[in-house]
């Protein structure tokens, strides 16, 4: 089963950013545009990122069964594709969901640069990995 998902997201560095999870099975890649702006500074004014260090996905199991691990890395971090941002980035994952059960599974997609100052996360995005077996299929009778 593969599934996208497009999601027009923001990072409170600013700037609209966009982010895909495709789910294969247990096997997650989550694609997102970099933040290009910062966030409102004091004197109300939006400057453009200089110095986009990397980016990064997580992710958090919300189904009764796994609950409450807590957010864990999903792949690696990113290098950002330049010092202003907006490249797309991504990330390949496995998510350990239970085998034979629905699992929903939350998103958030991070950013720091290179002085250390992390932005907010994502909005949240929710995916159900289905690994529910399909029932058997029921005969009518054989001739």
């Not at 990397?54 to 199991?61: A, D, H, N, P």
């Not at 999903?74 to 998510?95: F, K, M, Q, Y």
Request: proline share 6%; with cysteine.
């Amino acid at each position: 089963m593969k599934t996208t998902i497009v999601l027009a997201i923001l990072f409170l560095w600013g700037g609209a950013a966009h982010a895909e999870v495709v789910i294969t099975g247990t096997q997650v890649t989550a694609t997102m545009t970099e933040p290009a702006i910062n966030v409102e500074n004091s004197d109300g004014v939006v400057t453009p990122v200089t110095d986009l260090a990397e980016t990064w996905v997580t992710y958090e199991l919300t189904d009764a069964v796994l609950g409450g691990m807590g957010e864990e890395m999903c792949g690696e971090r990113i290098p950002a594709s330049s010092l202003s941002g907006g490249g797309e980035v991504s990330t390949t994952c496995i998510v350990p969901v239970v085998p034979n059960s629905d699992s929903d599974v939350m998103f958030r997609g991070y950013a720091i640069d290179l002085s250390g100052n992390e932005s907010d996360p994502t909005p949240d995005l929710t995916k159900r990995i289905d690994s529910l077996r399909t029932a058997a299929p029921t005969f009518y009778g054989i001739q």
